[in-house]
T-cell receptor, first 111, second 112 residues
Framework: DAEITQSPRHKITETGRQVTLACHQTWNHNNMFWYRQDLGHGLRLIHYSYGVQDTNKGEVSDGYSVSRSNTEDLPLTLESAASSQTSVYFC??????????FGDGTRLSIL | GQQVMQIPQYQHVQEGEDFTTYCNSSTTLSNIQWYKQRPGGHPVFLIQLVKSGEVKKQKRLTFQFGEAKKNSSLHITATQTTDVGTYFCAGYSGGGADGLTFGKGTHLIIQP
């Protein structure tokens, strides 16, 4: 069965460190998304991609970057982790206009 | 840009009572999607509504799409403890970010 997997599931790091969260999907979807979820804010879009070599900024992109070198993967990098980036991060994929499939999430704590 | 407002933010009900969450978009939508997120889990797609005035049912869940395609509702009849979670609507307008804008969700808390 097709799936979307995120790793790691949990991570603790220190401020100022670079952190990369992995997202891998086997749906063969063109569209991939990164969201962060914080209490009271729902799901906020960080970055998204419509296909290989395409990346776009979302609502809360400052301090984050992504790259899309193949269809399956969209890693999310925090260039210099800040405590405000402590959150739960979800990756999702879809075809345009169709429902998004979400990964299980990564709980990131920045101390 | 497009905004999707969802109310209420929290809803406490006694088990067996009904529950409704409402979703309103600032723009006309091509479709609206509903997702459920269990505590500690990830959002899971429930249903998509496309047509003006459309009503769809899934067992005790009834979904409606407004005539103007700018609002939607999810109604749960006779809630059960398995209904606990956060319900999100997501409006699709065909624009950037795949045109999907999520509401902030309604947290359903059920007291036995």
């Amino acid at each position: 069965d097709a799936e979307i997997t995120q790793s790691p599931r949990h991570k603790i790091t220190e401020t100022g460190r670079q952190v990369t969260l992995a997202c891998h999907q086997t749906w063969n979807h063109n569209n991939m998304f990164w969201y962060r979820q914080d209490l009271g804010h729902g799901l906020r879009l960080i970055h998204y991609s419509y296909g290989v070599q395409d990346t776009n900024k979302g609502e809360v992109s400052d301090g984050y970057s992504v790259s899309r070198s193949n269809t399956e993967d969209l890693p999310l990098t925090l260039e210099s982790a800040a405590s405000s980036q402590t959150s739960v991060y979800f990756c999702a994929s879809s075809e345009s206009g169709f429902p998004q499939h979400f990964g299980d999430g990564t709980r990131l704590s920045i101390l | 840009g497009q905004q999707v407002m969802q109310i209420p933010q929290y809803q406490h009900v006694q088990e067996g009572e009904d529950f409704t969450t409402y979703c309103n978009s600032s723009t006309t939508l091509s479709n609206i999607q509903w997702y459920k997120q269990r505590p500690g889990g990830h959002p899971v797609f429930l249903i998509q509504l496309v047509k003006s005035g459309e009503v769809k049912k899934q067992k005790r869940l009834t979904f409606q799409f407004g005539e103007a395609k700018k609002n939607s509702s999810l109604h749960i009849t006779a809630t059960q403890t398995t209904d606990v979670g956060t319900y999100f609507c997501a409006g699709y307008s065909g624009g950037g970010a795949d045109g999907l804008t999520f509401g902030k969700g309604t947290h359903l808390i059920i007291q036995p």
